[in-house]
């Protein structure tokens, strides 16, 4: 997904008699966060731990479990459980460990009060779009129109 996300626009495609498209595909060149919370472990902590060091935008919410290990062989035990215990965990390009034990810390707090959930609001969501909607409001999208084709066929 960090991939995904951080697809840029490389350029469009004119054809006649059809709109523009881009290449990628898919892209987004617009503001971006994430929403995180301490209910987010494993995918959840790596997420948005790899969206910081991007610098894609800012997270929001409280700050996440912090179980960036993994498991890879759990042995069943007789009565039809298992025996769990982590066998790797992750460390950073720079040679540090992260994430496991300590989690991703917001850069906007917002706690998710539960008489404002019980009443239908959802404080973390409504901040990223708030924040979302003024950073809109300050870099609007840009609209690329194609260029006037060249006299003569295509250039050389």
Not at 69 to 74: E, I, P, R, S, V
Not at 86 to 102: I, K, L
């Amino acid at each position: 997904m960090i991939a995904l996300l951080s697809r840029p626009l490389l350029g469009y495609w004119a054809r006649r008699g059809v709109e523009p498209f881009s290449t990628p595909g898919f892209y987004n060149t617009g503001p971006k966060v994430t929403l995180i919370n301490g209910q987010a472990g494993s995918g959840g902590d790596a997420f948005p731990f790899f969206f910081r060091e991007m610098k894609m935008g800012p997270l929001i919410g409280t700050r996440t479990w912090g179980g960036l290990a993994g498991l890879n062989f759990t042995p069943p035990l007789l009565d039809g459980g298992v025996l769990s215990a982590p066998s790797f965990r992750y460390y950073t390009p720079d040679g540090h460990w992260a994430v496991e034990n300590e989690g991703v810390a917001p850069d906007i707090e917002v706690i998710d009060r539960p008489d404002e959930v019980a009443k239908g609001r959802d404080p973390s969501l409504e901040k990223a779009l708030s924040y979302l909607l003024e950073e809109l409001k300050k870099n609007p999208p840009r609209n690329v129109p194609a260029p006037t084709p060249p006299k003569g066929g295509a250039p050389r």
